[in-house]
């Protein structure tokens, strides 16, 4: 059985604005006054039955990731963070620490990693001390905050500002 996204022809993890191109496309392909024939028009208006369940669907489940969340403990936010940066999903990554009940080293430490990864290098670097803070004697930190300190100084030069620049340009989000 299809989900409502895979019907979309879409990934689980899709935006709003997705959704809807999507679903536009394929209202397109079925709608049933572009046809003349009517049996091709009533399969066209099953289909666009099929088609607008599945929008609503899909349109409601995005839309309930932006709602408040219920906070989690924090070794469970680390988890679901730690196997989201595994595939490179940094937006909803840094969401899912956003619900930890409380913040840890590690838990800055993933949130460094995560910012690294969306190329907010500020940030990164200022999470990565927060880690340090808590755990002065850690050297994955301070070496992540130095990794993260250094990635900083090179956005800020010209190169890395073109770079930048080239990759807002292409589309390329975190990666």
Wanted: charged residues 25%; positive net charge.
């Amino acid at each position: 059985m299809q989900t409502a996204f895979e019907r979309l022809g879409l990934k689980p993890d899709a935006d709003e604005a997705a959704i809807r191109s999507a679903y536009r496309k394929l209202v397109k392909t079925c709608h049933p006054d572009s046809f003349l024939d009517p049996q091709q028009q009533q399969d066209g208006q099953r289909e666009l039955i099929s088609i607008n369940l599945a929008y609503a669907q899909c349109l409601k489940l995005a839309e309930s990731r932006h709602t408040a969340s219920p906070a989690l403990p924090v070794a469970q936010a680390k988890y679901w963070a730690r196997s989201l940066l595994a595939r490179r999903q940094y937006d909803m990554a840094l969401f899912q620490l956003s619900r930890a009940e409380s913040k840890d080293a590690e838990w800055y430490a993933l949130q460094g990693e995560t910012l690294l990864g969306l190329r907010d290098h500020l940030a990164a670097h200022q999470a990565w001390r927060s880690a340090v803070r808590l755990e002065p004697d850690n050297r994955e930190y301070r070496r992540s905050a130095l990794a993260a300190e250094m990635a900083l100084k090179r956005s800020r030069t010209l190169p890395g500002r073109l770079a930048g620049k080239a990759r807002s340009l292409l589309g390329r989000s975190g990666g």
